[in-house]
């Protein structure tokens, strides 16, 4: 069975900075794009940072220049580093895997980041 398991979330002050890792199981994880995705309270859940096989990173506005999303293949891991956190940043951040077949895509069960002001 398929497994991505998520951790390093937690409470940070504003101005601080965490770091989220994704370890995966029972993939072929460097045919996969990875992703980290987030969902506020009452929002819908939101594409964070990308990374394809290839190495190529996306980010939304809203993070760009503060988060760098990274991936080690020999470890099958994916991780997030999150600098000058923002009390908006706060919510779920749930890792997510898409492999080059419909069928494969997966989700983590998510990691509470909290920013406090």
């Known amino acids: 069975q398929v497994q991505l398991v998520e951790s390093g979330g937690g409470l940070v002050q504003a101005g601080g900075s965490l770091r989220l890792t994704c370890v995966a199981s029972r993939i072929n994880f460097s045919t996969y794009t990875m992703a980290w995705y987030r969902q506020a309270p009452g929002k819908r859940r939101d594409l964070v940072a990308r990374i394809t096989t290839g190495g190529t990173m996306n980010y939304a506005d809203s993070v760009e220049g503060r988060f760098t999303i990274s991936r080690d293949n020999a470890k099958n891991t994916v991780y997030l580093q999150m600098n000058n956190l923002k009390p908006e940043d706060t919510a779920i951040y749930s890792c997510?895997?898409?492999?080059?077949?419909?069928?494969?895509?997966?989700w983590g069960q998510g990691t509470q980041v909290t920013v406090s002001s």
């Open positions: 997510n895997a898409n492999g080059p077949f419909s069928t494969n895509y997966y």
